[in-house]
């Protein structure tokens, strides 16, 4: 089964980053960005899965949009991101995807997870 996955981290409050709004694009080959879901971070700070049920994941660009800036705003924090984008490439015979983020007010990193 295919799967993308992610998991936000509030570095500075240490918890979860609950409720932030996740997007999943895949470019199109006009590159161009195709919505593939539209989630929202569950209590634990996770989208356990974004692809469609059955999706294959076919090679080429997806990227993760996280929406931090309503985040930041209900803590009444000024942050340095309202957006973050990921872009990453997702080659023949790759299946399974986890990119976590960790994120703080004027900065985040991420990484692929397993």
Known sequence: MSRISTH?????????AV????RLEQRDVTASWR???DMRTDSDGRCN?????NDDMPFGWYRLVFET???YTAQKTDALYPVIEIIFQVRNGESHFHMP????????TTYRGS
């Open 101 to 108: 983020v960790l994120l703080s007010p004027n900065g985040y």
């Open 69 to 71: 800036e309503g985040y």
């Open 35 to 37: 919505v593939i879901a």
């Open 49 to 53: 899965q974004l692809l469609p049920e």
């Open 19 to 22: 409720d932030i709004p996740v």
């Open 8 to 16: 936000v981290l509030d570095i500075a409050r240490g918890r979860p």
